[in-house]
């Protein structure tokens, strides 16, 4: 799937949530339960798709442990993340803000929408795979770890700032526009490119050693490349 479309993917599921909100009266507790649940969809759609393009590619880049890597820290990370929400929902939700308590008739509404939409996404991309370089399956795991931090993060402190201050609503505003700006900038495309960005230029001019700093970049970028390429061989036979 391009880029484009994994950005249409991401503002239509965001769309759901915000709506649900905002324009169905979901209750706030709910539409937290659904982003925690949205990455655990999340994962296992990501770890079903290294599978099958394993299976049908047999590319060079998945004898590098990248699907283990990703699985044990999202995984723990968000089942840990999974175990604060619950208590966060069960026990303070209903006390500082008995109107936005969680729904499950709701939740099982939402879930069922992101859900479909996800798992839509999921099945364009099961047609294409053969197609589809290792470089775009990796780029699924670089891009969403750091995604689930800022959605984690963003919860974890909204929430808290909800029982200090109230006004659930508008607080769950704030942080849903930064849930969506993220997963909008972890589907943007990614490259190295040749020149570095113009925020590295600025630190290169900003230190002693700028020559030093270009000259590293400049490997990086050329091991990046040589592991992107060779990443895209078949197997090595045991």
Do not use: C
């Amino acid at each position: 799937m391009t880029a484009l479309l994994r950005i249409v993917q991401a503002t239509v599921i965001n769309s759901i949530t915000v709506y649900g909100v905002f324009g169905a009266r979901w209750t706030v507790a709910t539409a937290i339960a659904l982003y925690w649940s949205e990455n655990i969809i999340a994962i296992v759609l990501i770890a079903l798709r290294f599978v099958l393009h394993r299976a049908v590619t047999h590319k060079r880049g998945h004898t590098r442990g990248v699907l283990k890597t990703f699985l044990q820290t999202t995984l723990i990370f968000t089942i840990a993340h999974g175990i604060f929400l619950f208590l966060i929902l069960a026990l303070l939700f209903p006390n500082i803000a008995p109107a936005e308590a969680f729904d499950l008739a709701t939740f099982k509404f939402g879930l069922m929408l992101i859900g479909g939409v996800m798992v839509f996404s999921f099945l364009i991309d099961a047609l294409l795979v053969k197609q589809m370089p290792f470089m775009a399956i990796r780029s699924m795991t670089d891009s969403f770890m750091p995604r689930v931090l800022v959605v984690h993060l963003t919860i974890i402190f909204g929430m808290l700032a909800m029982a200090i201050f109230g006004h659930p609503r508008a607080l769950f505003a704030v942080f849903a526009a930064l849930k969506s700006g993220a997963d909008l900038l972890s589907r943007a495309p990614k490259d190295f490119p040749e020149k570095p960005p113009r925020w590295f230029a600025w630190i290169a001019r900003s230190v002693d050693d700028r020559q030093k700093m270009l000259e590293t970049w400049r490997q990086g970028r050329e091991a990046y490349i040589a592991r992107a390429a060779d990443d895209e061989l078949p197997m090595v036979p045991a």
